[in-house]
C-alpha cells in the first residue's frame, strides 16, 4: 500500500489565487513528520515546510501553509496568492519514527505538477 | 558550505559498464541517502546511511551498491548498467537531531543505452 497518495497529477490556478494540494498518507506509528518540497524545472529540491504528528497548528512558512487533519490523515499543501514562480512538481514526504520522524527515511509521494496562468 | 555536492552532473552508459555516482556533504550530517527518480514515480529511496561505516538498503537497492568511510562521502555504485537504470539520482544528507530537513544535492542524469 501506498504510503503518501498525492492523487492530482496535474493542476492549473490563476496567477494571485490561492491553490491547495493534496496529501493523504498511511501510518500506524503515532509519531511521523509530514514535509513538502518544491522542485522546479530546474531539477533542484526545495524543502517548503514542516508539520509534525504532535504539532498542534498548521505550519505555515510565508505563503505556504499545510492544512492538517490528523485524523482523515491529509497533510495538504495550501499556496496563497501564487506566483509564476510557483510553478512546479510538489511532493509531499514522511518520515516515521520517534521524534516526529527524525530517525526515520523520508517516503515521497508522486507529486504533482502546478502551473500557473497569468 | 557547499551543501551537498554531486558529480558527474550528466552520465551516458553502454549497458554492462559500471560506474560510480559521487557524492559528498560538508555539514557534518550523520545521515546520508540515495535516491532515484523517475517520471510519474516520486523519489524511491535506494540506500541510506546513518553514520560512517552504516550502510542499509531502502525500497529499490537491487542493482547498486553504497559504502559510507567517511562522514562526508556516500558514493553509488553501479556494477553492471541495465537501461532499467536510466533516471535521474538525487543525493541527500541530514541530521539525525531534532526534526531537520533533508537537504538534496544538484542531481545526476544517468542514461544507460
Known amino acids: 500500500a501506498q504510503k503518501i497518495t498525492q492523487t492530482q497529477p496535474g493542476m492549473f490556478v490563476q496567477e494571485k489565487e490561492a491553490v491547495t494540494l493534496d496529501c493523504t498518507y498511511d501510518?500506524?506509528?503515532?509519531?511521523?513528520?509530514l514535509f513538502w518540497y518544491k522542485q522546479p524545472s530546474s531539477g533542484e529540491m526545495i524543502f517548503l515546510i514542516y508539520q509534525g504528528s504532535y504539532d498542534q497548528q498548521n505550519a505555515t512558512e510565508g505563503r505556504y501553509s499545510l492544512n492538517f487533519q490528523k485524523a482523515r490523515k491529509s497533510a495538504n499543501l495550501v499556496i496563497s496568492a501564487s506566483q509564476l514562480g510557483d510553478s512546479a512538481m510538489y511532493f509531499c514526504a514522511m518520515r516515521e519514527g520517534p521524534g516526529g520522524g527524525s530517525q526515520g527515511n523520508l517516503i515521497f509521494g508522486k507529486g504533482t505538477k502546478l502551473s500557473v496562468k497569468p | 558550505n557547499a551543501g551537498v555536492t554531486q558529480t558527474p552532473k550528466f552520465q551516458v552508459l553502454k549497458t554492462g559498464q559500471s560506474m560510480t555516482l559521487q557524492c559528498a556533504q560538508d555539514m557534518n550530517h550523520e545521515y546520508m541517502s540515495w535516491y532515484r527518480q523517475d517520471p510519474g514515480m516520486g523519489l524511491r529511496l535506494i540506500h541510506y546511511s546513518v553514520g560512517a561505516g552504516i550502510t542499509d538498503q531502502g525500497e529499490v537497492p537491487n542493482g547498486y551498491n553504497v559504502s559510507r568511510s567517511t562522514t562526508e562521502d556516500f558514493p553509488l555504485r553501479l556494477l553492471s548498467a541495465a537501461p532499467s537504470q536510466t533516471s535521474v539520482y538525487f543525493c541527500?544528507?541530514?541530521?539525525?537531531?531534532?526534526?531537520?530537513?533533508?537537504?538534496f544535492g544538484p542531481g545526476t542524469r544517468l542514461t544507460v543505452l
Open positions: 501510518t500506524s506509528d503515532p509519531s511521523y513528520g
Open positions: 541527500a544528507s541530514r541530521s539525525l537531531s531534532g526534526i531537520n530537513e533533508q537537504f
